[in-house]
């Protein structure tokens, strides 16, 4: 081949390849940005639909637990609660692995923390409406420590989806130290 073709073809070489690392670097890196910073939304939307569901729950819990109610009365609050509990720790695996790199623990945790205390509360209504007089005790003692149980799993729900999005959007801002680089 004469130089005439090997000249533009080394000078079209050398300047090709620098854009096409920084457009590689810009599509890949930037999309792995956008999904952690995606999942951390995710996390944060989820946290908030779990804490609607639980409050609802505790709700119906206290009134038990003050005897403003009784235990019948939370079957189908505790059986549609965990259903629902179900369906967010599928999520949460979903937002778990999307954001694995960003967080050490994840929301299935947290979640089935959740899920323990509605079997607690369960456990205890059930005692509660059997006949036996010592039942009653324990039951009532089940339905405390259920719904303490599921109050500290509705702040940890919150408070590790709110590390997640804090982590991922960490990773977003840059370093003061280093004003033109990213973490």
């Known amino acids: 081949m004469s130089s005439d073709v090997l000249l533009p073809l080394a000078v079209f070489f050398v300047l090709g390849l620098p854009i ?33 569901s639980l409050a609802e729950l505790a709700d119906v819990v206290d009134a038990v637990r003050r005897r403003s109610a009784g235990p019948e009365v939370c079957g189908a609050s505790l059986a549609a609660s965990a259903e629902a509990l179900r369906r967010y720790a599928l999520e949460a695996e979903v937002v778990d692995r999307r954001v694995a790199r960003v967080a050490a623990d994840g929301l299935v945790e947290e979640i089935g923390r959740a899920q323990r205390a509605v079997e607690l509360i369960e456990r205890g209504c059930q005692l509660m409406l059997e006949p036996r007089s010592e039942g009653f005790s324990e039951g009532e003692t089940s339905v405390k420590r259920g719904y303490i149980n599921l109050l500290h799993a509705r702040d940890a729900v919150r408070n590790r989806a709110q590390e997640i999005a804090a982590a991922a959007t960490a990773r977003h801002e840059p370093d003061p130290r280093w004003p033109n680089r990213h973490r």
Do not use: H, P, T
């Open 20 to 52: 096409a690392v920084l457009l590689w670097r810009v599509l890949v890196v930037g999309g792995e940005l956008r999904r952690e910073a995606q999942g951390g939304r995710s996390a944060i939307e989820l946290a908030r639909r779990v804490d609607i």
